[in-house]
């Protein structure tokens, strides 16, 4: 496996709290993803990094933000949790040596907001 | 991203060779072929991708057809273990020599081939 951790694995919480999810990579690699999956829709990316302190917006953005202060960590937050926001959140890298290396994901964080 | 169009769902036997379908018909010059899989409750597992050769590693083969328009997974000896949903995907290199100023892709998964492998 890819070295990637994300925290926590699982989450309940009450819907306006704040949520932060971490994921942590040992690979040096300089692009980080956050993806979304729920029933019906496939994977849906949320915001993607492609080195410190740059980050972009994905396709379902509204509603989190990302952070990235250094190459390990890549922070996605909830600023004010919904429950439409409740899902099984993945974390992915990409970078190393040469071209289109392929993404490589973390083993996901299951997000229930009540 | 090209679309790609796959059968909801296949049955192989434990043992023979799984041939898993994907047609993309739109896909452009610069992007390629990305196969993964997923099992259930897991994070998507990468399995191989090509441009335009035909490609193999360790777990699976990849033929794409001359025009590009369609291509073919095939795990060679199918285990219980391979019962999972198996995506394919088309997207534009992620070299950081070609998006140095950001830009990277993010992948976009459709619903896939739910494989089961029957004993």
């Known amino acids: 496996d890819a070295g990637i951790t994300q925290s926590p694995r699982h989450k309940v919480t009450e819907t306006g709290t704040p949520v932060t999810l971490r994921c942590h990579q040992t690979?040096?690699?300089?692009?980080m993803y956050w993806y979304r999956q729920d029933p019906g829709h496939g994977l849906r990316l949320i915001h993607y990094s492609y080195g410190v302190k740059d980050t972009d917006k994905g396709e379902v953005s509204d509603g989190y933000s990302v952070s990235r202060s250094k190459t390990e960590d890549f922070l996605l937050t909830l600023e004010s949790a919904t429950s439409s926001q409740t899902s099984v959140y993945f974390c992915?890298?990409?970078?190393?040596?040469?071209?289109?290396?392929?993404?490589?994901f973390g083993d996901g964080t299951r997000l229930s907001i009540l | 991203d090209a679309k790609t169009t796959q059968p909801p769902s296949m049955d192989c036997a434990e043992g023979r060779a799984a041939n898993l379908p994907c047609n993309h018909s739109t896909i452009s010059g610069n992007e390629y072929v990305y196969w993964y899989r997923q099992i259930h409750s897991q994070g998507p597992q990468y399995i191989i991708h090509g441009l335009k050769n035909n490609e193999t590693n360790e777990m699976a083969s990849l033929i794409i057809t001359e025009d590009r328009k369609s291509s073919t997974l095939i795990l060679p000896h199918a285990t219980l273990r391979d019962t999972a949903v198996y995506y394919c995907?088309?997207?534009?290199?992620?070299?950081?020599?070609?998006?140095?100023?950001?830009?990277?892709?993010?992948?976009?998964f459709g619903k896939g081939t739910h494989l089961i492998i029957q004993p």
């Open positions: 992915a890298i990409s970078g190393g040596q040469g071209v289109n290396q392929p993404q490589h």
């Open positions: 995907i088309v997207s534009r290199s992620i070299g950081a020599e070609m998006y140095s100023g950001g830009g990277a892709d993010g992948l976009t």
């Open positions: 690979e040096n690699h300089r692009y």
